[in-house]
């Protein structure tokens, strides 16, 4: 009978079972869980609809609250539904009988249960917004078993993915001491074993980097979704976009405006959904301000909004992600942080869908500024980095890249762009398989052969100039202005030594300052390259070899 696996006999089965579960009678109540028990050892939990919260529900209420045997059934076939997949109902039937519930015993054997379930499975098996609304409220019981149990749950989800765990905690308006205690118990429990079960057909690791995204991205989605909305456009003064965005207008009267009204609003985690349009408007002209200071602060604003809008702040930063891309040519951090970081974010959060965006990705692949094609490979190589334990996301991100990662891989020639790109191929090949990426197929013998076995592109050996330097690489030092330089740097009083600047040999040193002389006379200037260095011993040797090229020029 039960060995038919019918999906339409399982359904007929489930009010059959839901009422065995549920006996009054301890006996008869054993003998209906293990009944339930061998059923899901053949059939699907999953396959009899409607009826398997209601069988959860009823083992939550009476299984595991009776005597050990039942407790053990009850257990079982908890594990055998989350094996198949069926998590969710699973702790919602654990959530709702505490909701029901005031013996200290039963809440003892649901605190118990939930901690046995984690343990076994690991915590990334679990949705961490429904461990976190269970836990919150165990924890805040008064029978120090149940605290106990639900703290021990907590310090699984803590020795995955750190500190974000207590804060999700925190901001269910837990008691302080409370936190103090989960806090204390997180950092002296000793590690815990590993997982003896998992859910079939996952092929998903409970330990290592990989369970630890999947951990923070549910903890960060759970803070997000928990966070009260605050609102932005209406602390906006009348003659804000007006004067921010006019590019004749004085820097320090736009930054004040920024700063006074639109910053304090627009970094909260959650912004309250409105009609964005105009402010995107006026954040775009800021991206083309000749003032650099100015465009570092749109990227800054348009981060936030992305971060606290996100779907809801879709149709704006899609008009501007052209522009985003153009502005990679701007080789100032100031700049380029926040503008990968915002970069980033859309793809994070799919405020965009990458395929929408993927035709603007390729042209600027294309672009003939090395910055920019450099900042579209890195930026798909941290996409493809952050989605180790999301096959599905990472599959949609290699089919709207393969064809840009194919270009840049064939046709560029700046090692730096094809290192990036490769690191990102890597990625896909890592985590999709070889198989399941067919751009392979597309690239050079070698480059596919190295690619597939996990290896990047090398970087030339003579090559050390910084990405973000700029203009053309000036003649070489002769032979007598370089014993000049050095001579000149000898002379020099020399403070003491400074870890290993102080430590070069005679012909490491000469070998050095010909390195830092080419770099200097590449970038245009050697103060930024000075201030590079930790010793006022080396900034006096450079800005004296400086002096000394530019006379011998």
Not at 105 to 129: M, N, T, Y
Request: net charge positive; aromatic share 4%; with cysteine.
């Amino acid at each position: 009978m039960f060995g038919s696996g019918n999906a339409e006999a399982a359904g007929t089965h489930g009010s059959c079972i839901a009422g065995a579960v549920k006996d009054t009678n301890a006996s008869a109540l054993e003998s209906g869980l293990e009944m339930t028990t061998k059923y899901f050892n053949v059939v699907q939990p999953s396959s009899i609809g409607d009826s398997i919260s209601r069988i959860l529900n009823n083992i939550s209420e009476k299984g595991i609250s009776g005597r050990p045997k039942a407790v053990t059934l009850s257990l079982e076939i908890f594990s055998l539904c989350i094996e198949d997949g069926t998590i969710s109902p699973v702790l919602s039937s654990l959530e709702t009988a505490l909701s029901k519930t005031k013996a200290v015993k039963h809440k003892q054997s649901i605190a118990s249960s939930l901690l046995s379930l984690v343990e076994s499975f690991g915590a990334p098996v679990f949705d961490f917004k429904q461990v976190v609304s269970l836990v919150s409220k165990l924890v805040q019981e008064s029978d120090d078993k149940v605290r106990k149990s639900a703290r021990a749950v907590v310090v699984a989800f803590y020795q995955f993915a750190g500190e974000g765990v207590i804060a999700s905690i925190k901001a269910k308006d837990v008691k302080s001491s409370t936190i103090a205690e989960i806090q204390k118990e997180c950092e002296t429990s000793p590690p815990l074993p590993e997982p003896t079960r998992k859910v079939k057909g996952s092929e998903a690791t409970t330990a290592g980097p990989k369970a630890a995204a999947a951990v923070q991205a549910s903890m960060a989605a759970s803070l997000y979704e928990e966070a009260e909305a605050q609102p932005v456009l209406k602390f906006l003064p009348k003659n804000f976009h007006s004067v921010v965005g006019d590019p004749k207008a004085k820097w320090s009267e736009k930054n004040g405006l920024v700063q006074e009204y639109l910053m304090p609003h627009v970094t909260s985690k959650k912004l309250q959904p409105d009609d964005y349009s105009e402010l995107a408007k006026t954040m775009k002209r800021c991206l083309s301000d000749p003032n650099v200071a100015m465009t570092a602060l749109a990227c800054k604003v348009l981060l936030n909004l992305c971060k606290g809008l996100r779907n809801h702040f879709s149709r704006e930063i899609r008009l501007l992600y052209p522009s985003l891309l153009d502005l990679m040519k701007e080789k100032k951090t100031a700049v380029s942080v926040p503008l990968q970081d915002t970069l980033f974010t859309v793809f994070e959060h799919d405020i965009v869908n990458i395929q929408d965006v993927q035709d603007d990705l390729l042209k600027a692949s294309g672009d003939k500024v090395t910055l920019v094609r450099l900042g579209v490979a890195s930026l798909i190589e941290r996409c493809a980095s952050s989605v180790a334990s999301n096959p599905e996301k990472c599959a949609k991100l290699m089919k709207a890249t393969s064809q840009l990662m194919t270009k840049v891989l064939n046709e560029d020639q700046d090692s730096g762009v094809k290192e990036a790109a490769s690191r990102a191929c890597c990625q896909f090949v890592n985590i999709l398989g070889v198989d399941n990426c067919p751009f392979l197929n597309h690239l050079a013998p070698k480059t596919r052969e190295r690619i597939a076995s996990g290896q990047t592109a090398a970087p030339p050996a003579t090559s050390r100039r910084p990405a973000t330097a700029r203009g053309a690489v000036g003649k070489s030092l002769s032979s007598s202005q370089l014993k000049k330089s050095t001579s000149s740097v000898k002379a020099i009083q020399q403070p003491a030594p400074q870890q290993e600047e102080a430590s070069l040999s005679k012909s490491d040193a000469e070998a050095k300052l010909h390195e830092v002389l080419e770099q200097i006379n590449y970038s245009g200037g050697a103060g930024s390259l000075i201030q590079g260095f930790s010793s006022k011993a080396m900034k006096e040797r450079l800005s004296t070899a400086t002096q000394l090229r530019e006379s011998n020029d």
